[in-house]
């Protein structure tokens, strides 16, 4: 089985800092992509930064400048990173890890970014 875990969500202030992590378990295989997409209330998830193999690293509008995509990688495992700087309340929304791997595309059980004085 392959599994997801995010962590590093939490409440900040307008302007804040913080660093999700998305620690990848299990036999995935090949790795090709991993992505940060979020999901606030009401709205539709939406992509937020995407790491292709062979592609880079792409960002949203609202995150460039502001948010950076990091992994690393071990056999067997894997973790993908979003610092999230300049943070606002329209950052607010659950936090989801995607991976796309040769074994199948999966997805973690969201972390939850508030941003509110």
């Known amino acids: 089985q392959v599994h997801l875990v995010e962590s590093g969500g939490g409440l900040v202030q307008p302007g804040g800092s913080l660093r999700l992590s998305c620690v990848v378990s299990g036999s995935f295989g090949s790795i090709n992509g991993m992505g940060w997409y979020r999901q606030a209330p009401g709205r539709q998830r939406e992509l937020v930064a995407l790491f292709t193999r062979g592609g880079g690293t792409s960002y949203a509008d609202s995150a460039k400048g502001r948010f950076t995509f990091s992994r690393d990688s071990a056999k067997n495992a894997d973790t993908g990173y979003l610092q999230m700087n300049k943070l606002q309340p329209e950052d607010t929304a659950v936090y989801y890890c995607?991976?796309?791997?040769?074994?199948?595309?999966?997805w973690g059980q969201g972390t939850q970014v508030t941003v509110s004085s």
């Open positions: 995607n991976l796309q791997a040769t074994s199948g595309d999966y």
